[in-house]
Structure formats: structure tokens, C-alpha cells
């Protein structure tokens, strides 16, 4: 599909995708919103300038991959993608219900289009990455793998093993990112379990490391397109994001990580998006 | 007067080998996945033929099902063989998700099932993987008999199903004798001897003694049927309905925990269709320990003797 172009109308795309999240969070009444408001600029550039996919034809074989380990930002994917055109806006009403194709983490079996791997438990993203990327090697293809991932899931042993390899096969199509919010369920990732230092982690293990404002669309855009131009190693963005942005009464409170909004919660946050000058 | 005749005994583990390369060669496709012990598993014959196509992966098995999840999203049919106890334990959780959640067709050998490992001891000896395995949605569960019978299953296994495999193999050299003009079918249990006072159900190496204990039971005039179930899921439920209302009687044997393993999928299929009475042969909810593997199966009841008086029992219950 064609990248959208201008800055002024990505920047509406994330908000649209923030307000989609909180009135899904709402009318599912569970699941996420911390960190799927956190994500929505990544996800924008993404899906509205960064990557080569087609959402009338989900299988195209030459479209870029991603990949998303953290499942429980599910509404913020499941925005991207209706917004994209995968399925319709309407349908994400019915997130987390039964019978849903929107799972509260993603499942391919129920039928949603757009869905690459049906993913929620911790640690296993960067795995099915890492042999999507080295499949594409094997056969020659441009296409390219982007995973996402949480700070909190650092933690998980089996990344660590996944960056080992991806390096040793030198996967130079394989960008990762990591949404560094500092905060996960209990609190305080520096006080649950310390993940730093983060960069140098990621270069010890043959990773090129980028860092940026994950809440900033075109450094989003100038860091991902940076990371395209790596040669010969995989690449790591540690995206820098705020919990619940764009509600400004919630951000950076761990205590949004796994609520949803009541709907007069709702109301008022879909105001503060709409009402913030980026 | 034996029915079938050990060819020269062989570990099953260079049948799975051997299907592994024959359906390599049949499907551009196929790729194997290494954690370091390639010729212990089977995979080194594959490995030297198409080096190409072999991804080596370290010690980190976690990591290893999930790429071959991601090379199965992406057309590849990855194979991946380990120790069992790695293969299908260490690996739970991406095997549940990333592979079965998500239905791939992933080939997960497990090698070194069973007690008959030996001399390594309690660590290496899977015993609990056929519970963990067969209780996964999507997956098919393959435990092969013999070295012959490994080669053929690992080939259909490959090039004929769509999801999850996980294939048990053993490391001792132990008796190839079905025939490869025998039929052989994923999910079709075989029965090797007819019989109509018991029905001893076996998988994996316990096939062969199971094939003797019979031959001991018809000595004492017990008609034994012997079954081979190469598949434990999905189970034949046809032949075992068959066995238990035509023999009254069951005994199933495996190498691997009693509890959760073959015997109990037997026993849910004969309970919902046929109850008869059912007797258990294996691990008895215990490790095993270090010892030649002849001397290990004797310690743990695994061995055609153990078979026949459970055999007796079953039959005195009915």
C-alpha cells in the first residue's frame, strides 16, 4: 500500500488508533491500555509508511512480516489493521467477546486478516522472527521482519537466546523493537528485575542498536529507515514510549498496564487524545 | 514358532535419520534444525547431505521451536530433533504456542525416549514426554516400533500431515523386524498377532517384547493378541474397541510414565467404548536411574515377563 506522506496526517492516523483502543478497551471491558496507547505511533509508521503489505491481499508472499511478541497490545494491532483495511472498524467492538475473531491476544485461528502468529506468552516473538527472517534468506526474498516487543519481556531467557542466533546468522532483514516504557505489571521494571543496560546487552550480542522517542512519528520513521540500511547484523530499535500517552491524567502509571477504561473513564480520555497538540 | 524375525537389531533412531533424508531429497522444502548434538539425534546424515539446509541453533532449544515455528509460517518444513527430554519438555510452552496455537507443520524428533538410555541416567531418559505431547491441541504423536518402521513413519510424517509432529525414537540398537511391505499408516494401528484371551497394546520398543511375551503366555495355552500402536494420537480407537471386545482383556506397554502416557490413551478410549479390564505396564510414577539398559528394563518391569503376568492379571480380572 502507499506510504502515507505527509507528517500532519500520520500523526491523526495515531490518534485515531488511540481513540480506537480506548473504546474498545471499553467496550470489552478488560485487556491492556497502557502500553497499546504507547505503541500507537509505532504502530502508525509501521503499517502507514514503513512497511510494504497489501491489506486486500493479507498472503501476499512479498510483504514484510511483523511480528508482535508483547500480544497483550492486541487493540492497538487490531486498530492498525482495521485502519489499514484489513477488516472492518466496526468489528473491533467486539473485541475480547465470544466468538470474536479479535482475541484478547492474538489467534490466527479465529479468522482475523492480517495476523501473522498467534502470540501471547512471553519471550517466543523473536524466535518465529528470527525464522521468518533466516526462511526469506534461504530463499533469496526482500521482504522483511519486524517484531515488537516489552522492556519487561527483557526479562524472558528465550530473547536472549533468539538475539544469539539471529546475529550469528547474520539476519540484516530482522528489525526488532523494544517498547521501553519502564514500567511493567508490578511496577518499576528497575525494581521488578533490572534490564540494564539495555544497548550495550543488545550490542554484546551482535545486535546494531538504535534508540529513539517511540512517541515521535518521524523519528520513528528516520530511525526504522536507518535500521533498513544495516548491513550484515540484525537491527534493535529501543523505542523510548510513555505508558497511556495521550491521556495525560494516566501516563507513565503502571496501574493502566492491564485496565480498561469505565465508559465515563472513556469519554474523558478520548477527549484528551483528541484535544493534544503533538 | 516366532512370527517375525529380527532383521539385525538397529536403533530407531537411524530409521528417523534415514526418513528424514528420503523426504528431504522428495521436498526442496525440508529443513533441519540442530541443538548441537546432530549425530545423536539422527539428523547427521541429513546435515551432511544438504548442508545447506541445515540451520544450526546452539544448546537453546526454547529457541529452536519457536524459528521452526517461523520457518513454518513462512512454506519451510523445518525438523527438529533433540533429546526428548528437551524436545518435548524444556520446550512446553513454545511448542503449546508458537507451534501448536498455531498449527505448523513443525517435525519435532525426540530422541533417547525411554529407559533404555541407559547408562546417562534419570536426566536423559524421557519418560513423561508422550503425557506432555499427546495433551497439546493439533499435535500428532508418532512412536514408531522398530528402525524399519521409524524410516517409513518419519517420511509420511513429513511429507503427508499438515500439523505439529513430535516422532519418539530410541538410542539402543534393538530388534528391526516389521516388514516394509507391511501396511503402514499414520493413525492405523497394526495387529502383528492375532489372539483371543488378551490384548497386549505396546508402542515403541516395548512392541518387541510385547511380541515375546506373547510367544511365553502361548506356552502356558493364553492366546494373546498383540497390537502395535505406532500412533498414540490420534489413537486407532477402531482396533482397540475391536481388542477389547473381542479379547475382553487389555494390557498396554510403553517406556514412559504410566500416568498420562499410552496406557491412558488407551484406557480413555476403552472406557468410553468397551470397559474391560485394563493393566498397565511402565514407569511407575518414577525416575529411572544409570544402568545398562537390559538391566534397567528388568529393575522397572519393562521386560516380556512383566508383560505376560500382566497379561494374567487382566485376564483373572475379567
Known sequence: MNAVKTKDKLKEIVKTL??????????????HLGASLGLADVFAV?????????????GWEERDRLILSIGHVAPVYYAALARS???SVEELKTLRKLGSRLQGHPGRDHGLPGIELSAGSLGQGLSVAVGMALAAKLDRRSWRVYSIHGDGEMQEGSVWEAAMSAAHHKLDNLTALIDRNFVQIDGETS???EIEPLKEKWEAFGWK???CDGNDTEALIETYSKARAVAGQPSVIIARTKMGKGVKTIEDDYRWHGKAPSPEEAEDFIKQIEDENV | MKMYKNKGDKPTKTGFGAGVLAAAHQNGNVLGIGADITASVGMNLFADTFPGRFISLGIAEQNCIGVAAGLALSGKVPVFSTYGVFAALRTADQIRIS?????????IGGAHAGISVGADGATHQALEDIAVMRVMPNMTVVSPCDATQAEILTEKAILGLSGPVYIRFGREAVPDFTDEQQETEIGKGQELKQGKDVSILATGHMVWEALEAAEMLSAQNISARVINIHTIKPIDEDIICKAAEETGAIVTAEEHQIFGGFGSAVAEVVVRNRPVPVEF??????????????????????KAKDIAAAAKRAIGRK
Open chain 1, 18 to 31: 488511540r481513540v480506537d483502543v480506548v473504546k474498545s478497551l471499553a467496550e470489552a471491558g478488560s485487556g
Open chain 1, 46 to 58: 509501521l503499517y502507514f509508511h514503513i512497511m510494504r503489505h497489501d491489506p486486500q491481499n493479507p
Open chain 1, 85 to 87: 483495511g484489513y477488516f
Open chain 1, 191 to 193: 525494581r521488578v528485575m
Open chain 1, 209 to 211: 542498536v538504535f534508540q
Open chain 2, 99 to 107: 507451534v501448536c496455537y498455531n498449527n505448523v507443520h513443525v517435525i
Open chain 2, 281 to 302: 505396564v511402565g514407569m511407575a510414577d518414577t525416575f529411572g536411574e544409570s544402568g545398562k539398559p537390559e538391566e534397567l528394563m528388568g529393575k522397572y518391569g519393562l
